[in-house]
């Protein structure tokens, strides 16, 4: 028969294995994360404040955007433009007009296509040209992506970061794109998709200035002046990411890397 004698463990030891038992319970999600290599976007922030960042995508149309402009104006609300590198080509007054009225300019890509159908060099391509047109004619440093149809893998956070952007998803969709009616927009932001799910601080919120979104004009102005009247602050997507504690989910707290430069 063999015993088995275990030497009692040096204080050292017990010292090192506490801090990692501490580390862990305290930073439970994001240990988690590394070791299971899950990344992704930012979908919402732990606000400190009662900020909730307004967004709005635009790939096409002629319409909307500039009606959505005069709403914002007229409520003395500034939001985040995710804009796609050919509708800014063709709308360079609307962009510039943008900047002038204090909105946040960001990136929709160059094609509208799933960004994680790209490998690495096609994605990096990709990410670099919608930066150097909406860098050109904006005048804003770029470091925001919103991947079309929000398609997104490893690959595309991993490159987008060493890019030096951060990858925005949202956590309140209006679904004005399949255009249920200016109320069912109202609805899905107020109250949420699923009740009890509405817009609330550190929330971020997806709107469309695409023509495809008319029902958006309609419901804007009443999700404003509702939201503001819960003493909600609406804001660009860069001032909610200022002031949060953290972002939504533990994967997508990845610390921004020093922003690469377009090639002259």
């Known amino acids: 028969m063999h015993f088995v004698i275990f030497k009692k463990p040096s204080w050292r030891n017990l010292i090192l294995w506490g801090i990692f038992l501490?580390?862990?319970?305290?930073?439970?999600?994001n240990v988690i994360s590394v070791f299971s290599e899950k990344l992704k976007p930012i979908y919402s922030a732990q606000s400190t404040t009662q900020e909730i960042g307004l967004t709005f995508d635009i790939s096409w149309?002629?319409?909307?955007?500039?009606?959505?402009?005069?709403?914002?104006?007229?409520?003395?609300?500034?939001a985040t433009f995710f804009l796609s590198s050919p509708w800014a080509s063709k709308h360079e007054d609307l962009v510039k007009r943008m900047?002038?009225?204090?909105?946040?300019?960001?990136?929709?890509?160059?094609?509208?296509?799933d960004l994680n159908t790209l490998s690495p060099t096609e994605l990096q391509k990709e990410i670099l040209t919608s930066q150097e047109v909406l860098e050109r004619i904006s005048g804003q440093k770029i470091s925001l992506l919103r991947p079309p149809n929000g398609a997104y893998d490893n690959k595309v956070i991993s490159?987008?970061?060493?890019?030096?952007?951060?990858?925005?998803?949202?956590?309140v969709d209006s679904l004005d794109w399949k255009r249920p009616g200016p109320e069912a927009v109202i609805n899905n932001v107020m109250n949420g998709i699923?009740?009890?799910?509405?817009?609330?601080?550190?929330?971020i919120i997806l709107f469309h200035a695409s023509d495809s979104a008319p029902d958006t004009i309609k419901a804007l102005p009443v999700v404003i002046d509702r939201l503001q009247g819960k003493?909600?602050?609406l804001v660009p997507i860069s001032d909610l990411l200022k002031n949060a504690k953290t972002t939504w989910p533990p994967e997508s707290n990845l610390a921004p890397q020093e922003k690469v430069p377009v090639p002259q």
């Open 22 to 29: 501490v580390v862990l319970v305290t930073y439970r999600d």
């Open 61 to 78: 149309g002629e319409q909307t955007a500039e009606p959505i402009l005069d709403i914002l104006k007229q409520k003395g609300i500034h």
């Open 99 to 113: 900047v002038a009225e204090g909105h946040e300019i960001a990136s929709h890509g160059n094609r509208h296509v």
């Open 159 to 171: 490159v987008s970061q060493k890019l030096g952007y951060r990858v925005i998803q949202w956590s």
């Open 194 to 203: 699923r009740n009890g799910h509405g817009a609330q601080p550190g929330d």
């Open 231 to 233: 003493n909600y602050k």
